[in-house]
């Protein structure tokens, strides 16, 4: 047996209003002549407040991190070039943000010193070189972006993640008042990622000790937040933001199962957002997950928060192919889900018919 030696982020702070340390955290990484980055998520882009707490010295920059879309290889492959052409040498990325702006700070960083483009590292362990100083700072908590060792893009091909040992953060500000301004919708759906990805780390085949520890206390806590707590509380951030860091450590020493792999397939062919794409998918999951889905039913009636039904109901044959072949490139996913015998289990049909009743 092999066991997977993990690498993991190196330095986390946790606490209310741990923000304000990051001049001094940053401080012991600034080499001379070479600035701080600082992609801010594009919903700061009128927030003269949140600019004013970021801690510029000398030549740092902050660029607006368009999250419009997930993030494409495009993308990465044009700030990198930009950051090269414009900077030069840099002491560190910080990605401020949602998990799109996560990925974006940790996909930059390994472009600035890999060479080629970023759609060449899509897959696992083809990073070669150690990537500049990065941290991650979330202002939206669920996807587990800020502990995990991937960051997941869009490429011309496929969506699939820069999984490497290179890919983790080096430093993490946990600061739950960063997340408390989210509007319920996004908080919600964002959330609920974090929920799935313990459902289907708890109940897949991969499941060990490590990550059922994890998984436990992180599915608890999105139940106490999103079922058993009747108003949203500075406490509900705190617990959601561990939730995302242990939902995260979870699938890190597991993996994510079938609402994943499906949900792959709707945003590479039709850009539906992570969050809400695992939604769309898990709603329909109950001959995979009974328990969770009977859960998430509830936290959804609670919520009042729609799950949009038939985005397939229109889309031609090969368009349900093209997405039947991204989800079915993510073995791992679905070895989790369904054990080795997984391609016997998940035929065209099963999967086909799956797609059509979303
Ligand atoms: P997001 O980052 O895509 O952001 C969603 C929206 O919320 C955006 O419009 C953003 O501007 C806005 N936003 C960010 N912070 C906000 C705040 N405090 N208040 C209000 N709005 C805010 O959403 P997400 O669900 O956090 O992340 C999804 C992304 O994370 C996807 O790109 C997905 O592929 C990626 N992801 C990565 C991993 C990983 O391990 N690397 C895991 C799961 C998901
Ligand atoms: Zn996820």
Not at 250 to 270: E, N, P, R, T, W
Request: net charge negative.
């Amino acid at each position: 047996m092999n066991f997977r030696n993990f690498k993991m982020v190196d330095y986390m702070v946790y606490g209310k209003g741990c923000f304000a340390q990051l001049d001094a955290i940053l401080a012991p990484h600034r080499m001379p002549n070479a600035p701080i980055v600082f992609f801010l998520d594009h919903y700061f882009d009128g927030d003269n407040a949140m600019k004013a707490r970021i801690p510029l010295r000398d030549n740092d920059v902050i660029i607006s991190a368009d999250v419009t879309h997930e993030p494409k290889t495009g993308y990465i492959d044009e700030l990198a070039d930009h950051i090269k052409s414009t900077l030069g040498t840099v002491s560190g990325i910080v990605g401020i943000g949602g998990g799109s702006t996560l990925d974006i700070a940790k996909a930059v960083s390994i472009m600035m010193t890999n060479p080629g483009k970023a759609q060449d590292y899509q897959g696992w362990d083809l990073v070669k070189n150690k990537a500049v100083y990065k941290v991650g700072i979330p202002t939206l908590s669920g996807t587990g972006a800020e502990v995990s060792r991937t960051t997941v893009l869009t490429g011309p091909t496929r969506k699939l993640g820069m999984n490497s040992d290179f890919t983790p953060f080096n430093q993490i500000v946990l600061d739950p008042e960063l997340i408390a301004n989210a509007p319920s919708h996004q908080r919600f759906y964002t959330g609920m990622d974090c929920f799935i990805h313990c459902v289907e780390s708890l109940t897949g085949t991969y499941i060990n000790q490590f990550s059922r520890s994890y998984g436990e206390k992180a599915q608890a806590l999105c139940e106490e937040v999103f079922l058993h707590e009747d108003a949203w509380t500075a406490e509900s951030d705190e617990k959601l933001m561990m939730a995302s860091y242990a939902g995260g450590m979870s699938i890190a020493y597991s993996q994510v199962g079938v609402a994943h792999a499906i949900s792959y397939g709707l945003s590479y062919l039709l850009g539906t957002k992570h969050g809400i794409g695992n939604c769309i998918v898990f709603n329909h999951l109950h001959e995979f997950y009974p328990q969770g889905v009977d859960i998430f039913h509830k936290m959804v009636d609670k919520h009042n928060i729609p799950t949009p039904q038939g985005i397939c109901a229109s889309l031609s044959d090969q368009d349900i192919e093209t997405m039947m072949n991204v989800s079915l490139g993510l073995a791992p996913l679905w070895e989790n889900a369904l054990g080795t015998d997984w391609k016997n289990l998940m035929t065209a049909d099963r999967l086909y018919s799956l797609y059509r009743k979303l």
